[in-house]
Structures are given as structure tokens and as C-alpha cells.
């Protein structure tokens, strides 16, 4: 790849998306979406230069916050529900022209609704790209999920015969024939689009001859509503896939694992209380958490309880549950008992896992083997966690632990 040709990434993230309010800045997997662009913009070796197009402030500031810039605030009428990408990369593009006399070769689309990016596909792209002179773009595409060979339209409405979408030369029938004869076809994801500036400035987002950059199905992702940002979350979580990450790149779980610490307010708790005149607190739990405790000791696996709480409330919980409990810890000393303990129980930390949610818990995630957060820890936490769970602090966190962590025992996965 030539070294001397000005690469920049160009990622738009309005404010008004309407499906999922405030999406680019919404956490997805630990990280506002929007970062997981940026980051495979900086990772690339090939990029220069990564702007964030935006017509909001605060998806600026959080663009700024992960290695991006925002030069300029893009204008409300480019920011429509209705807005095309062409106008967007061409204000874009003549703004940087106008006011910095920058003049990029090539532009990378990294749209944030497809954030999980296999390692080394912004360099991919762009190499395709200078390597076919004759190339106006490159687009990642992936096999159709659906053969458009065995599609209709109905021209008449539901009142009269249908008419196939496309034929195929050689087959009177492509609708009847078997999905193995039939010309592949692939489906464009938003993962990346690598495109000559004189292309956009032309007036097009991709020119006549676009070349194809071939993505793994396991990564076609697209954002859309609610539904989409779970299961997805989940391929992030469950799917083993080599992936960009914003920050550290996750662990997977430990191999051997003989320990697991939790924290109590905000993990075996919903991080409420209750105080009533006298200044008695109480708390809520799940006896969910308890199930399967038996079994983790029964295969070698011990649950302890640390927590800077002094309330007697978590001995009394950690008893009911059948724990050890350690709390009343100072705040500040969490990562040294946390050490205190790992070497009274002779365990390696490599073979801890820990639980948590508040910023106190980052000198423990600093310490095990594999560091876990509650969905609803502080934004820190997630960002710093190997996994993040599906289950809320007081809602059986816990529990989804020991059920991975069996689960993978039963694959055979995780000596026992």
C-alpha cells in the first residue's frame, strides 16, 4: 500500500436518529456505538485523518473522548431523517478543502450501525482500492441471506398474477430451481465503503466500477431497533469473533477458574435502599443468585462476597447465600483485600473472576483473570470489563455467572 496517499475516515452520526433515540452515544457491548467506528479508524494503518460528521454537540464531545475530530458541526439541513450520504461527505469534504486546505485521496465511509469489524478490514479496503486504477469505490458486501432470484413483484396487487423480480439466462424457472444453480448474490453491509474523493465530488457515493471487499457473514451487523442492538450484543458476547475493540481487547474466560468474588450494592444487590425513620436500611436480592452455588463447589469454585458496605446486612445475605463474606473494607483498599484474599486461598489470579459495577471495582478488574460488569455499572466499569452481562445488579447477576462458568464445564471447555 502507498504510504504517501492521504487516507481519511469520514464517520456521519447525526442526533436525530428516531428508531433508538441518541443511538451513536447509546453503550453497545460497554462502549458508546459510535466508538467502535472510530476505533477501527485509528487501528487502520492506512488512515491519516478520522472525522466524525455530526450536527450534535454532545456525540462530538464523545467522538473527541475516543480519538476523533470534529472540526466542524455539521449543518441542520444535512442532518434530516431523509439526508442521503452524498451531501453529508461533500460538505464534509469541501469544508476540510475551504478552511484547513486538506485535500484527502481516498475517503472511508465507517458507518456506526455496523460496529463489529474484523481487525485489518479498513486496510483491506483501501488496499483494493489503490491497487485498481480503474476503481471509483470499494464496497464490503456479504452473502444475501435471501436469493432474489426466488422474489416477486405483484403488479397488479394481490388482485392479479405475480411477475419474478429477475431471470436468469439458461433457466426458464429460477424461482423453481434449486438455490445451488442459481448465479451467488451478495448483500452491501454498512461496514465500509472506501471511495476517491473525485468520486464524491463528482457526485456519487461510489462512482460506476465498484470493486467488492468480501466480509464474513458471522460480522454482517445492522443497527436498527432495540431488538437488533440485543441480539447483536449477544454475537458480541457469546460468538468467539476476532473483532476491533474500542479499548483493551477483552479476555475470553479463564480456563481454570477456582474463584469468584463479587461485589455486594450494585451486583448481589440492585444498588437501592430502603432507610426508614430510625435509619435502618434494608436491601433487595434475588434468591436466584443462590441456585447454583452447591454445584460450582462441588466442581472446586468458590463465591465470596467483597464489599466496601459496612451494613451487617451483607454478612447476613452472604450467610443466607452460604458465602463468605468480607465487607466494610475501605473504599480505597478494595484491589489490596482483594489481594489479601487471593493469597490467604492460595488461588493464581488468572483463575479469578470478578463482579462489579462502581469504579471502586477497577482496582479488582486490574487483578483477575477475567473482570465482569453488570449491565448498569458505570460507563468506567464497562468500558473496562472483559464481558458484560445480560443480567442487572439485584436481578440475578450472579446467577448468569455461574451459569456461564458451569456451562462451560459442561462443554469441557474449563478443567474441572
Given at each position: 500500500?502507498?504510504?504517501?496517499?492521504?487516507?481519511?475516515?469520514?464517520?456521519?452520526?447525526?442526533?436525530?436518529?428516531?428508531?433508538?433515540?441518541?443511538?451513536?452515544?447509546?453503550?453497545?457491548?460497554?462502549?458508546?456505538?459510535?466508538?467502535?467506528?472510530?476505533?477501527?479508524?485509528?487501528?487502520?494503518?492506512?488512515?491519516?485523518?478520522?472525522?466524525?460528521?455530526?450536527?450534535?454537540?454532545?456525540?462530538?464531545?464523545?467522538?473527541?473522548?475516543?480519538?476523533?475530530?470534529?472540526?466542524?458541526?455539521?449543518?441542520?439541513?444535512?442532518?434530516?431523517?431523509?439526508?442521503?450520504?452524498?451531501?453529508?461527505?461533500?460538505?464534509?469534504?469541501?469544508?476540510?478543502?475551504?478552511?484547513?486546505?486538506?485535500?484527502?485521496?481516498?475517503?472511508?465511509?465507517?458507518?456506526?450501525?455496523?460496529?463489529?469489524?474484523?481487525?485489518?478490514?479498513?486496510?483491506?479496503?483501501?488496499?483494493?482500492?489503490?491497487?485498481?486504477?480503474?476503481?471509483?469505490?470499494?464496497?464490503?458486501?456479504?452473502?444475501?441471506?435471501?436469493?432474489?432470484?426466488?422474489?416477486?413483484?405483484?403488479?397488479?396487487g394481490e388482485e392479479g398474477p405475480m411477475t419474478p423480480l429477475l431471470q436468469v439466462d439458461g433457466i426458464d424457472e429460477p424461482y423453481n430451481a434449486p438455490r445451488q444453480i442459481l448465479p451467488p448474490v451478495y448483500w452491501q453491509t454498512g461496514h465500509i465503503d472506501a471511495i476517491r474523493s473525485q468520486t464524491i465530488l463528482g457526485g456519487s457515493m461510489s462512482g460506476k466500477r465498484i470493486y467488492p471487499l468480501l466480509i464474513d457473514p458471522r460480522y454482517t451487523v445492522d443497527i436498527d431497533t432495540l431488538q437488533d442492538w440485543a441480539r447483536y450484543e449477544h454475537l458480541v458476547r457469546s460468538a468467539g469473533l476476532e473483532m476491533v475493540w474500542p479499548g483493551r481487547p477483552r479476555r475470553p474466560m479463564p480456563k481454570t477458574i477456582r474463584l469468584i468474588v463479587s461485589d455486594f450494592?450494585?451486583?448481589?444487590?440492585?444498588?437501592?435502599?430502603?432507610?426508614?425513620?430510625?435509619?435502618?436500611?434494608?436491601?433487595?436480592?434475588?434468591?436466584?443468585?443462590?441456585?447454583?452455588?452447591?454445584?460450582?463447589?462441588?466442581?472446586?469454585?468458590?463465591?465470596?462476597?467483597?464489599?466496601?458496605?459496612?451494613?451487617?446486612?451483607?454478612?447476613?445475605?452472604?450467610?443466607?447465600?452460604?458465602?463468605?463474606?468480607?465487607?466494610?473494607?475501605?473504599?480505597?483498599?478494595?484491589?489490596?483485600?482483594?489481594?489479601?484474599?487471593?493469597?490467604?486461598?492460595?488461588?493464581?489470579?488468572?483463575?479469578?473472576?470478578?463482579?462489579?459495577?462502581?469504579?471502586?471495582?477497577?482496582?479488582?478488574?486490574?487483578?483477575?483473570?477475567?473482570?465482569?460488569?453488570?449491565?448498569?455499572?458505570?460507563?468506567?466499569?464497562?468500558?473496562?470489563?472483559?464481558?458484560?452481562?445480560?443480567?442487572?445488579?439485584?436481578?440475578?447477576?450472579?446467577?448468569?455467572?455461574?451459569?456461564?462458568?458451569?456451562?462451560?464445564?459442561?462443554?469441557?471447555?474449563?478443567?474441572?
Amino acid at each position: 500500500m502507498d504510504s504517501m496517499v492521504e487516507v481519511l475516515a469520514l464517520i456521519p452520526a447525526r442526533g436525530g436518529s428516531k428508531g433508538i433515540p441518541r443511538k451513536n452515544i447509546r453503550r453497545f457491548a460497554g462502549y458508546p456505538l459510535i466508538a467502535w467506528s472510530i476505533a477501527a479508524a485509528r487501528q487502520a494503518d492506512c488512515v491519516r485523518r478520522v472525522i466524525v460528521s455530526t450536527d450534535d454537540e454532545e456525540i462530538a464531545e464523545v467522538a473527541r473522548r475516543f480519538g476523533a475530530e470534529t472540526p466542524f458541526l455539521r449543518p441542520a439541513e444535512f442532518a434530516q431523517d431523509t439526508t442521503p450520504d452524498l451531501p453529508v461527505f461533500q460538505h464534509a469534504l469541501t469544508w476540510l478543502a475551504e478552511h484547513e486546505g486538506y485535500w484527502p485521496e481516498v475517503v472511508v465511509q465507517l458507518r456506526p450501525t455496523s460496529p463489529i469489524r474484523p481487525p485489518g478490514l479498513v486496510d483491506r479496503a483501501v488496499e483494493i482500492l489503490l491497487a485498481h486504477p480503474d476503481a471509483d469505490s470499494v464496497r464490503g458486501v456479504v452473502p444475501a441471506g435471501q436469493n432474489p432470484y426466488k422474489m416477486w413483484r405483484l403488479p397488479h396487487g394481490e388482485e392479479g398474477p405475480m411477475t419474478p423480480l429477475l431471470q436468469v439466462d439458461g433457466i426458464d424457472e429460477p424461482y423453481n430451481a434449486p438455490r445451488q444453480i442459481l448465479p451467488p448474490v451478495y448483500w452491501q453491509t454498512g461496514h465500509i465503503d472506501a471511495i476517491r474523493s473525485q468520486t464524491i465530488l463528482g457526485g456519487s457515493m461510489s462512482g460506476k466500477r465498484i470493486y467488492p471487499l468480501l466480509i464474513d457473514p458471522r460480522y454482517t451487523v445492522d443497527i436498527d431497533t432495540l431488538q437488533d442492538w440485543a441480539r447483536y450484543e449477544h454475537l458480541v458476547r457469546s460468538a468467539g469473533l476476532e473483532m476491533v475493540w474500542p479499548g483493551r481487547p477483552r479476555r475470553p474466560m479463564p480456563k481454570t477458574i477456582r474463584l469468584i468474588v463479587s461485589d455486594f450494592d450494585g451486583v448481589i444487590t440492585d444498588n437501592l435502599v430502603w432507610t426508614d425513620e430510625t435509619g435502618r436500611e434494608t436491601v433487595a436480592a434475588t434468591r436466584s443468585d443462590s441456585m447454583r452455588l452447591r454445584e460450582l463447589r462441588a466442581r472446586g469454585v468458590e463465591v465470596v462476597i467483597l464489599s466496601s458496605e459496612p451494613n451487617p446486612v451483607v454478612r447476613a445475605r452472604a450467610e443466607k447465600m452460604g458465602v463468605e463474606a468480607i465487607h466494610g473494607i475501605d473504599i480505597q483498599e478494595k484491589g489490596q483485600a482483594l489481594k489479601q484474599l487471593l493469597a490467604r486461598k492460595k488461588v493464581d489470579p488468572a483463575q479469578l473472576i470478578y463482579i462489579g459495577n462502581d469504579v471502586n471495582d477497577l482496582p479488582c478488574f486490574e487483578i483477575a483473570g477475567w473482570a465482569v460488569a453488570v449491565p448498569d455499572a458505570y460507563p468506567e466499569v464497562l468500558e473496562a470489563a472483559d464481558y458484560v452481562l445480560s443480567r442487572p445488579g439485584g436481578r440475578g447477576a450472579l446467577r448468569e455467572v455461574c451459569d456461564l462458568v458451569l456451562a462451560r464445564m459442561a462443554e469441557g471447555s474449563i478443567p474441572v
